[in-house]
C-alpha cells in the first residue's frame, strides 16, 4: 500500500491551525483559521478526491485529537450528498502514533508506538497490507512532525502540498530548521480559482550539491 501525506501550508510554510482560530493554538499560534478564505469548489474537489483514495490513515497524536473532536459527530452527507472525507475518516481504519494514547474512544482506531512498539516496523507492516476494496493508499493528513520524521525514514511515497498564497511570519512549519535533507520529483499540478497552488511530489533520494558554473 502507498503511503501518502496531504498538507495544506502557507507561502512561508507554515502548517499549523488551517482550520479554525482554535483549532491548535499550541506555541502561542494565534493566526489560526487562514484556510477559510481561499476555500473553494477546486480545493473541495481535491481534498474528496484524495480522500476518495483512502484505505486507511495514519495519525500524530495531535491531529488525531483534532480530528476526533470533529469528525466523529460530523455529518456523512449534506443536501443528500455524501461527504466523502466524513465517511472515509468514520469507516475506515485510524492507526495514531503516540506512546502515551491508552483508550481511544473514536472507533475503529489503533496506537501505534505504544508498549515499546517500534514505530518504524509498525509503519513499514502496515504498508505490507494489499489494497483494500476501496482505496489503495495510507494517508497521512496533517501531522507536520510525523511527515517530517516519515521523509527521514525514507517511508513516505507521496507529498501533496496544497499550498495557500497567504503568509504568516510565525507558526509551525512542515521541515523545520534541522529537518533531515531529502530530494524530491515533481509531478502533478493545478491551481484552483482562489489561488491555491496543488502540487504532488515524490521522493528521490538526498539532495546533489555542485555548483551552477561551468
Known amino acids: 500500500m502507498r503511503l501518502t501525506a496531504t498538507m ?3 507561502l512561508d510554510g507554515v502548517v ?8 491548535d493554538r499550541s506555541g502561542g499560534f494565534d493566526r489560526g483559521g487562514w484556510l477559510a478564505p481561499y476555500a473553494d469548489e477546486g480545493m473541495n474537489e481535491v481534498v474528496t478526491a484524495v480522500f476518495g483514495r483512502a484505505a486507511g490513515f495514519l495519525l500524530g497524536r495531535r491531529t488525531y ?5 470533529f469528525w466523529p459527530s460530523a455529518p456523512r452527507e449534506a443536501d443528500g450528498v455524501p461527504d466523502v472525507v466524513a465517511q472515509r475518516l468514520a469507516d ?22 505504544r ?4 514505530v518504524r516496523t509498525a509503519v513499514e507492516r502496515l504498508k505490507e497490507a494489499p489494497p483494500s476494496s476501496v482505496g489503495d ?3 497521512v493528513h496533517g501531522s507536520p512532525t510525523l511527515v517530517t520524521w516519515l521523509v527521514a525514514q525514507g517511508l513516505l511515497d507521496e507529498l501533496r502540498l496544497l499550498t495557500f498564497p497567504v ?19 515533481l509531478g502533478d499540478v493545478r491551481r484552483t480559482g482562489s489561488g491555491i497552488v496543488v ?3 515524490r521522493p528521490a533520494g538526498r539532495p546533489v550539491y555542485r555548483s551552477v558554473a561551468g
Not at 115 to 118: L, P, V
Open 8 to 10: 495544506f501550508q502557507t
Open 16 to 23: 499549523q491551525g488551517p482550520g479554525a482560530p482554535d483549532e
Open 65 to 69: 485529537d483534532i480530528f476526533a473532536a
Open 92 to 113: 475506515l481504519p485510524k492507526h495514531v502514533v503516540s506512546t502515551s494514547l491508552t483508550d481511544p474512544t473514536w472507533a475503529g482506531t489503533e496506537v501505534v508506538g
Open 115 to 118: 508498549d515499546g512498539e517500534d
Open 137 to 139: 493508499e495510507l494517508q
Open 167 to 185: 503568509v504568516l511570519g510565525h507558526g509551525e512549519r512542515l521541515f523545520p530548521t534541522g529537518s533531515a535533507s531529502a530530494a524530491f520529483t
Open 199 to 201: 502540487t504532488t511530489y
